[in-house]
């Protein structure tokens, strides 16, 4: 049996060694290195000899709370048995984890995910002639509308509010673009994280109210979060979409997403 050494990793350059070993997968952990979001994340390391095989991060500003796991599934394993935040969590690992998370949490909502990516080189501009309406750059006053789309979408779609990874501070932290009709906020994208040191962006929380869909509105929030990332000096910008949502998929592949990795992501609660 492998012993490892568990200890909290403050240290900012060795997380970001570990972490760039696989950037597309880590992008978010990446961010999370950097104000405002670092002051929510804890980090426990697994440990052989010093050199760090496994990594737990417990990102607090969520609720429920998300852990995101890389590393050896070994190492994974250690950190889980001794266990690190509480009962209920959001759950972000790569599919080989899968039985050792099933080992200590009672799984829910199991999603294979797929991480998508694009750089400026990749991305394709649409064209100015798409007149499905025309996004404006949203601001913190908007988040409640924000949270009001989210919540229509998320009852239409009988998706869980849990499943919806947005706080207002995202909105003046980040970058969020919105389409409106007669006053009302019927389509909206924006960031999860910005991360200027590490010149990269997570981009997220794309919803379009029910009755509006079918008309590109999706497609443009997108593409004006993307575009602005990659004109202001972000290299890199991410996103998630589950792997068998073949029309969001196809929605990102236009815009110039690839795909960079897949993943699980779920709801879990630790096993008594």
């Not at 240290?11 to 760039?20: A, E, N």
């Amino acid at each position: 049996m492998t012993i490892y050494a568990l200890s909290t990793l403050t240290d900012d350059h060795q997380l970001r060694v570990f972490l760039s070993t696989d950037t597309d997968y880590a992008a978010y952990a990446l961010g999370d290195l950097e104000p405002p979001y670092d002051q929510h994340a804890q980090w426990v390391a697994a440990s052989q000899k010093g050199a760090v095989e496994g990594l737990a991060l417990l990102y607090t500003a969520l609720d429920p709370p998300l852990l995101f796991l890389m590393g050896d599934v070994p190492a994974l394993s250690a950190i889980l048995m001794h266990g690190v935040g509480p009962d209920r969590i959001v759950f972000n690992a790569r599919l080989e984890v899968e039985g050792v998370l099933d080992t200590f949490y009672d799984l829910q909502l199991v999603k294979t995910m797929l991480r998508m990516r694009v750089t400026s080189r990749e991305f394709r501009p649409l064209s100015e002639e798409d007149d499905s309406g025309k996004p404006e750059r949203l601001s913190g006053k908007d988040a409640d509308a924000i949270n009001s789309l989210h919540e229509v979408a998320s009852e239409h779609d009988k998706r869980s509010m849990d499943d919806v990874a947005f706080v207002p501070a995202m909105v003046d932290q980040g970058v969020y673009f919105g389409i409106r009709e007669d006053g009302q906020l019927i389509a909206c994208a924006g960031t999860h994280l910005v991360a200027k040191r590490a010149k990269l962006a997570a981009l997220g929380n794309v919803v379009v109210h029910p009755e509006q869909r079918r008309r590109g509105l999706g497609r443009r929030v997108t593409h004006a979060v993307a575009r602005h990332l990659l004109d202001s000096e972000i290299n890199l910008v991410v996103l998630n979409v589950e792997k068998r949502n073949a029309a969001a998929v196809k929605l990102y592949e236009s815009l110039g997403f690839g795909t960079g990795t897949e993943y699980i992501e779920g709801i879990a609660a630790r096993r008594s």
